[in-house]
């Protein structure tokens, strides 16, 4: 099936007389015949459904659908983007490990890796994504267990190369982790270029209408973990009886693990309703993401014009520094976000968001409805001036989430905005 259909039809084939639609299984428990059967079910919960906080047929429909998309062999739905990212790099990494990020990633990714993770004995190993092979290559260290970037960075809107990183991963034996929330799998594919893990945001346009938050971890299956050194999934696991994750599941060993140990131990599963809510945004995400496109490029090249707009970030544009990289990765387009310096520094850009009617100024971002977001001062205010330099936060710079409203009416949002300046 082609992504259009897989949108409406992957992860739930009713059977005869049953629902059309993927039902709310509203419930946490599940029947058992005899105290046996539950027994080796907690020995193995992939023998059965056991309680929600593992899985539950509405959550799994739609893990099967996200995995589909992606084009990978099975996937974990969380609470939160920012669950799935944590339990990607816990997945692999324990105390006295270290992985490699590129700094331009979302701001709440940053004060996780560099911080938080830190105070846990987990190092976060910053390169430029712009560095060449040779500088990546000194930053592996004997303890390096990933590498860590996002397709279109946020709010920074830079491409990540991801064939360069997974040749430079794979040949420490280490696996490539994207992030892919803003292309989303309709604009492009990280599996087919290399990567091995894929995490998203479901909160942003996967969702598209801002009712609920979630996160997902999508697994290529394609990662041989035995050539690398990951005792997490080549050692025997005691809290399972011994289990050893790559001797057991094979290609599924490490979206099996995450499952079996860290969703057990860290329960950030989302709710049966919560999944139902994600799936009706599925369902016209192949059909929202071409518009998206359609309308920030057109955005972005009538900000590119005005003489308030000191320079403007989309790698839809000609003139971008990584149009080129956008054309291999993202052919399709390169979503609805735009990032954009307002002459004036700081102030004038706040003068301009307040400026704004349509779009509304929220902490979001990639939703159906224009919103607006001054990063410096809300979602990376947490980060050192520094910091924001290396995330490519200009204190002028503004995250401008293009809606599906008509194109004109966003134009002269703007357009106003711009004029009481």
């Known amino acids: 099936m082609r992504d259009e259909t897989k949108c409406l039809h992957s992860g739930y084939t009713p059977k005869n007389t049953e629902p059309r639609v993927v039902p709310i299984v509203q419930s946490t428990t599940y ?6 059967e539950v027994a080796a079910v907690f020995d193995d919960p992939t023998k059965s459904l056991i309680y929600s906080r593992f899985a539950n047929p509405t959550v799994m429909a739609v893990e099967e659908k996200i995995a589909d998309l992606e084009g990978g062999l099975a996937a974990m739905c969380t609470t939160s983007g920012q669950a799935a990212s944590l339990l990607s790099i816990l997945n692999l990494c324990r105390t006295g490990d270290s992985f490699i990020s590129t700094p331009q990633i979302y701001g709440g990714t940053i004060n996780l890796f560099a911080f938080t993770l830190k105070k846990y004995g987990i190092e976060c190993i910053f390169v430029d994504q712009n560095a060449d092979e040779e500088t990546i290559h000194k930053a592996f260290k004997p303890n390096t267990k990933l590498v860590f970037g996002e397709t279109l960075a946020n709010p920074a809107l830079t491409v990540f190369d991801i064939e360069k990183f997974a040749k430079i991963a794979h040949d420490h034996n280490v696996p490539l982790i994207i992030d892919n929330t803003f292309a989303t799998p309709v604009l492009c594919k990280p599996f087919e270029f290399g990567a ?3 995490v998203h945001s479901t909160t942003k346009y996967m969702d598209g209408h801002a009712v609920q938050g979630g996160g997902v971890i999508v697994d290529s299956g394609n990662f041989d973990w035995k050539k690398g050194d990951f005792p997490e999934l080549t050692e025997p696991d005691e809290s ?3 289990i050893i994750y790559t001797e057991t599941y094979g290609k599924a060993a490490y979206i099996l693990k995450a499952r079996m140990q860290l969703m057990r131990d860290f329960g950030c599963y989302p709710a049966a309703h919560s999944a139902f809510l994600l799936n009706l945004g599925l369902e016209t995400l192949a059909v929202r993401m071409p518009r998206y496109c359609e309308n920030a490029l057109k955005v972005a090249k009538f900000l590119q014009a005005s003489d308030k707009i000191e320079s403007v970030k989309y790698p839809g544009l000609e003139t971008d520094p990584d149009y080129e990289l956008a054309q291999k990765y993202l052919p399709k387009g390169c979503s609805g976000v735009i990032s954009f310096v307002v002459k004036g520094g700081r102030e004038v850009a706040e003068k301009f968001m307040d400026s704004l009617k349509l779009a509304s100024n929220e902490v979001h971002v990639a939703d159906i409805r224009t919103c607006v977001l001054h990063p410096a001062s809300e979602t990376h205010r947490q980060l050192t001036e520094e910091q924001l330099v290396a995330a490519g936060i ?6 401008f989430s293009v809606g599906l409203e008509n ?12 004029a009481a300046l």
Not at 31 to 36: E, G, H, N, Q
Not at 394 to 399: A, D, E, F, Q, S
Not at 407 to 418: K, M, T
């Open 407 to 418: 194109v004109e009416d966003i134009l002269e949002d703007v357009e106003n905005a711009l």
């Open 394 to 399: 200009n204190p002028g710079l503004v995250r």
């Open 196 to 198: 091995d893990i894929v």
């Open 240 to 242: 399972y009886h011994g």
């Open 31 to 36: 029947v058992y015949d005899s105290t046996r």
